[in-house]
């Protein structure tokens, strides 16, 4: 479920920094992303083995990843200082990206992340599986 502008701008705590790392993210306000990480932030990927370490290397990245991507927020759920995310990323050349995402919060800055990426629908459905389930 996606959040309206009004749900949005009744964020409180740990879920507003993260919604404002994601918006500045759509906006390219990279000065201001840098405004919502630690600048020791820790970003894993597990299912590249890749790790971020550092807010300028954060920054960094995303700010030269390939044009043609937007963002668009499904669900954020605050758990105390801990925000899962769970985001849709559409890119004209590599298909739709689904992220879920879980955001360590700190004294208002993100501390720490650990990203799942995937391409919507990439995952092959076993053979076995075919009959129980439906495609989305």
Do not use: C
Not at 17 to 29: F, N, P, S, Y
Not at 42 to 60: D, H
């Amino acid at each position: 479920m996606e959040q309206t502008e009004s749900q949005a701008g009744r964020d409180s705590g740990a879920r507003s920094v993260v919604r404002a790392l994601w918006d500045r993210t759509q906006a390219r306000d990279w000065a201001g992303v840098r405004e919502v990480l630690a600048p020791d932030v820790v970003v894993e990927w597990p299912a590249s083995a890749e790790r971020i370490v550092g807010r300028e290397n954060y920054v960094g990245l995303n700010a030269e990843y390939p044009e043609g991507w937007s963002i668009k927020v499904l669900r954020l759920v605050e758990e105390g200082d801990v925000v899962v995310s769970e985001v849709e990323v559409p890119h004209v050349e590599s298909g739709i990206h689904r992220v879920a995402s879980f955001w360590t919060v700190r004294d208002g800055l993100i501390t720490a992340g650990r990203e799942y990426w995937t391409e919507y629908g990439s995952d092959p459905v076993p053979a076995w599986r075919e009959r129980f389930v439906e495609r989305g």
